[in-house]
Every structure is written in C-alpha cells, then in structure tokens.
T-cell receptor
Framework: TQLLEQSPQFLSIQEGENLTVYCNSSSVFSSLQWYRQEPGEGPVLLVTVVTGGEVKKLKRLTFQFGDARKDSSLHITAAQPGDTGLYLCAAYQKVTFGTGTKLQVIP | GAVVSQHPSRVICKSGTSVKIECRSLDFQATTMFWYRQFPKQSLMLMATSNEGSKATYEQGVEKDKFLINHASLTLSTLTVTSAHPEDSSFYIC?????????FGEGSWLTVV
C-alpha cells in the first residue's frame, strides 16, 4: 500500500489567514484527489489532479500536482470558518488516503 | 458528479449480533467498491476492496470472517459485521470509482452495545 503523508496534521488559524496543506509520497500516481470531510459525513470531492505540474483553482482553494506526480498541495487564501474540516488527499491506484489535515478556522 | 449511497446511516446493535451495511452506486455501475473504517479525528483506513463477481480483497489485519463483503451486483456491495463487539463501533464508509475519481457514500455509524 502506497503511503501518503500529509502535513500539517492539525492546523488552527484565524479567519482571513492563508494556509497550505501538503500531501507527499514516494510513489508516482496517475491522479490524485483532494477531499473535505465534516464530522459524521462522507468525504466530499474537491478536485482531481492528473497532469504533473497541474494547477487547479476552486474559488479560494488552489491545488497543485507536483511535476513528478508524487506530491500535491492545497492552498487556501483568506480562510473562512466554513473551511473548517478534515482535508484528505487520496490516490486512486490503491485508494490510499493521506493521514489527514484537520483545519480549524477561528472567527 | 456520481452518487454513492449508504444505508443505514446509523445503526445500533447488540453485542454478538450481525449487522449489514449497504453501499449503492445510484447512477453508475461499479465493478469495484471500497470499504473503509474511520476512527474519530483520524483519516480513513481501507478495509477491503469489493469485487463484483469475485471475492473481496482484504487489507492486512482485517479479519475477512469478521467483516463479510458481498458484491451482489454492479451497483450494490454489502458489508456485514458478524458477531459484533463494542470495539467494532465505528464510522464505516464505502466508495466507488468512476473514471479516475472516487466517490464516497455518506457513511454509516455503527454502535455496538
């Protein structure tokens, strides 16, 4: 099973701040997904990245896939309390999940 | 996007009994589905891969006789927790792939009393 390491594992920031979450692996993936999960619910897909170096934007969220397709990052600009949740990266080949990043945005 | 639905969303069962959780792909066919377990504040842990028409593939450390998986059709996989114990209480989630993306069910809370 390929291992996906996420960092940081916990993050508590003030509303309006920027943050970046990293997802790293030693394996190469054909695609990688980012999800957000709220307590008691299933993960909701945010984005799928496929091409090395690809950058995708979803409102205040910017996702990047590493050139070698081994890593990815999620950058949130001007975080809002509604961004609070567990962020997970996942790779399809083995549907392996990252260790997760629990984000708390304090109003 | 594609829809995956789980049922029940919450179930309470007595220790020693068995409980079945269903996972359905509502608008697409899935020859493969995945079952996960999630503990509070932790990431999802893959338990097994459910294969339509063949046996499930279990991850290391997951008891296949404890967690019975049946992929009865291209839109339905079931997870049966047999002889449930309180330590089996958890949040169970299924998913199914469509293209290069995985879609998740809403999750099922199991409480064994």
């Amino acid at each position: 099973t390929q291992l996906l390491e996420q960092s940081p594992q916990f993050l508590s920031i003030q509303e309006g701040e920027n943050l970046t979450v990293y997802c790293n692996s030693s394996s190469v993936f054909s695609s990688l997904q980012w999800y957000r999960q709220e307590p008691g619910e299933g993960p909701v897909l945010l984005v799928t990245v496929v091409t090395g170096g690809e950058v995708k934007k979803l409102k205040r969220l910017t996702f990047q896939f590493g050139d070698a397709r081994k890593d990815s990052s999620l950058h949130i600009t001007a975080a809002q309390p509604g961004d609070t949740g567990l962020y997970l990266c996942a790779a399809y080949q083995k549907v392996t999940f990252g260790t997760g990043t629990k984000l708390q945005v304090i109003p | 996007g594609a829809v995956v639905s789980q049922h029940p969303s919450r179930v309470i069962c007595k220790s020693g009994t068995s409980v079945k959780i269903e996972c359905r792909s509502l608008d697409f066919q899935a020859t493969t589905m995945f079952w996960y377990r999630q503990f509070p504040k932790q990431s999802l842990m893959l338990m097994a891969t459910s294969n339509e028409g063949s046996k499930a593939t279990y991850e290391q450390g997951v008891e296949k006789d404890k967690f019975l998986i049946n992929h009865a059709s291209l839109t339905l996989s079931t997870l049966t927790v047999t002889s449930a114990h309180p330590e089996d209480s958890s949040f169970y989630i299924c998913s199914a792939p469509l293209g290069n993306t995985i879609y998740f069910g809403e999750g099922s809370w199991l409480t064994v009393v």
